[in-house]
Structures are given as C-alpha cells and as structure tokens.
C-alpha cells in the first residue's frame, strides 16, 4: 500500500482551486465583470445554462473552506486572485475591497498552518481588456504586469509561492480559437497573437515577481497529455507529433529560451515569421523554479485530412473500450508517469510539481454519505506513477488534487463533480465524500 511518508518528509501535498470557479459574488463588492461572468450569462455554451454566480460562495465561506483544507490533511492551498475583483477595469483604480479580501484569506491560511500557493491568472479575464482586444491585443501586456506588480507588493511579503499563468494552452486554445471557453473567439487570427501575448506574460509575470518578492518560490503551470499515435503509420506520428507541439511545448519551450517549437508543424513556423517571434525570444524566456504539471488523460491520435489546419482527431477511450471518467477522459496512470517524464527531459527545469489532477464521477448523496471509490482508486493509480518517476530520480516536488469542492467546472457548469467535498448547489451545504477522508487517513490526520 502506497503511503504519504514514500514521497519523503519534504514533499508538498495540497489542494487547489481557482477564483471563478468557487467564489461568487460576482458583481459584488466592486468586483468588475469578467470574461467568464459575460461568457456565462450570454453564450449559450454552458450545460443546462448554469451561471457562474454564486458559485460555491467561497467569498463568504472562505473560513470554513480553508478549515476544510486542514481537516483533510493538507499543508498547501492553490488559489487564484481574480483580475476584477483587484483592478475591476483591468487596469487603473484599485478596488480596496478586493485587495482586503485576498488578505483576509491569506491570513486566515496562515493563522491554520496552511501554505498559500497564489495564481495569478486562472482564466478569468476582465471583461474591459476583452472589450479591447483581451490576450489578442498587445495592450495586455502592460495591463498585466500593472496587476503582478500590485499583487507582489501587496502580498510578498507573505505568500513566497507564486504561480503565473494557468494552463496558457488551455484558455488560449478554447477561448480564442475553438470558442467553447470564455470569450469564446475563434480561429487562427485570433489563436496566434493571444498565444504571443501569454507567452510573453508568462515570462514578464516572473521577472516582476523574482524584483518585488524577496526569496519568491516562482513557477507557472501547463495542461499536459501524452500524445499516442493510433498507428505506427507516417501519418498517424505526424499528426501526433503535431498535436504534441500544440500541447505539451508550445508555452514551456519558449520559457526555456527555446523559442515556439517549429520543428514538427510548418504552421507554427509560418507564425513565428509573421510575428516576428524570433525578436521577443530573449524576453519569453525566464528561469522558473518549478513547473507545474496539470495532467487529467492522453490523447490518442489519428490522422484525419478533413480537420482543418492540424489534420488530427482524437480517438475516444470510450470508443477504443478504455476505462474513462464520467467525462470521458482515459484513465491511465502509465501515461501520467511518461508526461512526467516528458517533461524532465528539459535540461533547464529545475523540479516539477503536479499542481492539478483528479477526476470528475457523478456523485451522489446516499445516507448523507458520498460513496466515490472510482475516485480514491484513480488517486491511488496516479499518485503511484508520481512515486515511481521520484523514485527514478525526477524531481517531483509536491502534488495538489483537483479539486477541494465541486464547483463551476467552465463550460461543464456544474455537472461535473472533482471535488474532495460534495458542495450542494442549493444549500451550499459541504459534505466530505469518502474520497476526502481516503487523503485524510493517507496524509496521517
């Protein structure tokens, strides 16, 4: 049986969630709209229409929700600072009200033992900076350093672990070129310069946090998949290879110093010739002291010609008869292991930290007990591959569950359950699901 104390004494085990997903209280307390606040109420997108507002009211509840993280037996809490709420324009005056909130719940995590890891960008654009472009527009990119600065001086001083950006592929792959996420734009012309704009974000975020925070603990995260050709035909390993770029190197390659990967797609190369990328190479890259990992499934790939521009298709797991979440994702724990192990190939990562897996089951309430056995089988399935890459000699820090409660999933709304708490959407009532006492009984509390 896999035991906590196999990961060493200094190995870092929390909880992470994000801003729009569980605070609510969205056009209160001078918070300004954000892309997801406009995307939710007006898309159409959502499953069953749900609306972000109030989410799990974390806002309110943000006492008992960090007691939470400590009953459940852990040292870190991921969190992100929503935009809005801080600079409710995106840029200019500062809401007071906000910047005393992210406050309260720093102290409130100091004050019960609990690490903060902040983000500062988890998805939830002001919908002002959309007005005028968003991550499209080179503008963002003062505006977004505006905001890092006023994060690190208000709260360096206390919180030395920061996170930049949340999984850049995702948001800029969903919300500006396939238009299934927040603000919902589509196609390449937009695609490109928002990946331009995050990728340069992503290193300017770093260099004012590494000014303005003394002994900053500084990383960023990226969604990532093994990419498994469905055939060892040329043009399946094409496609998958394409795909990989996409996936997995489009944002850390930069980071490195390595520029946009484009090797493997002839697409990319003609985007670096159009924007010029070669000239920002210098200021894209930035030396981060861990990166994140954020790993839900792989990707098996088949080359289809009919698929614009990238020329593959997913084969489901349910289609090929592999054991999936209630999502669908393909569980399959020797695949976390070789994402990982991807990833270490970098010469220049210092140490990797998987600060987001999980699965969503369709959980349900039954004697006032949430019964999820899928999901404590599938924690003991990952948390072993993490084990045997340290073993190898990976250095894998610290591991954070996707996720504390249920909450607002994005374009799932609220059907899609992570949680180590069951959160009733009507009540707001907390219930910890056997799954939570499985981290609890597993972390020795």
């Not at 085990?13 to 995307?39: H, L």
């Not at 770029?245 to 797609?265: C, S």
Request: contains cysteine; neutral net charge.
């Amino acid at each position: 049986m896999i035991k906590a104390s196999d990961f060493g004494s200094d190995f870092i085990w929390g909880v992470a969630t994000a801003a729009a997903q569980i605070e609510g209280t969205a056009s209160q307390y001078g918070k300004g709209p954000s892309i997801w606040d406009t995307f939710t109420a007006k898309s159409g997108k959502i499953k069953r229409n749900h609306k972000l507002d109030p989410a799990c009211d974390f806002y309110h509840r943000y006492t008992e929700d960090v007691a939470l993280v400590k009953l459940l037996g852990f040292k870190v809490f991921r969190f992100s600072i929503a935009w809005s709420r801080i600079l409710p324009a995106g840029r200019g005056e500062v809401n007071q009200e906000g910047i005393r909130f992210y406050h309260n719940l720093i102290d409130e995590c100091l004050t019960q033992g609990i690490t903060p890891y902040i983000t500062l960008y988890h998805w939830d654009l002001p919908q002002a900076l959309e007005d005028e472009g968003g991550w499209t527009s080179f503008s963002i990119n003062a505006a977004f350093n505006a905001f890092v600065s006023i994060c690190a001086l208000e709260y360096g001083d206390k919180v030395k672990n920061w996170i930049v950006l949340n999984e850049p592929f995702g948001y800029t792959s969903l919300g500006y070129m396939l238009g299934v996420h927040a603000p919902g734009k589509t196609g390449l012309s937009n695609f490109f310069p928002a990946v331009l704009h995050t990728a340069l974000a992503q290193a300017d975020g770093g260099k004012i946090l590494r000014a303005e925070v003394a002994n900053a603990n500084i990383g960023t995260t990226f969604s990532c998949s093994e990419i498994i050709p469905y055939t060892q035909s040329d043009n399946d390993i094409l496609a998958a290879k394409r795909v990989d770029t996409l996936m997995n190197r489009l944002f850390v390659e930069p980071a490195q110093g390595l520029g946009f990967p484009t090797a493997d797609w002839d697409v990319l190369e003609k985007f670096q010739i159009e924007y010029g990328t070669w000239r920002l190479q210098e200021r894209m890259k930035f030396d981060f002291d861990f990166i994140g990992l954020q790993n839900y499934f792989p990707l098996t790939i088949k080359y289809n010609a009919f698929i614009p521009v990238i020329q593959a298709w997913e084969v489901k797991a349910k289609g090929r008869k592999k054991p999936h979440t209630s999502m669908g994702w393909e569980i399959n724990a020797d695949s976390f292991y070789n994402i990982i192990k991807q990833f270490a190939g970098y010469p220049n990562i210092k140490n990797l930290m998987i600060t987001e897996n999980g699965a969503a089951y369709h959980d349900k309430i039954t004697n006032g007990n949430i019964v999820d056995a899928e999901r404590i089988d599938y924690f003991k399935l990952y948390l072993k591959a993490v084990l045997k890459a340290k073993n190898e000699g990976i250095n894998v820090t610290g591991y954070m569950a996707w996720t504390l409660m249920d909450n607002f999933e994005w374009a799932e709304g609220f059907n899609a359950r992570f949680g180590l708490v069951y959160t009733d959407f009507h009540t707001l009532k907390r219930t910890i699901k056997y799954s939570g006492y499985w981290w609890q009984e597993f972390l020795g509390n």
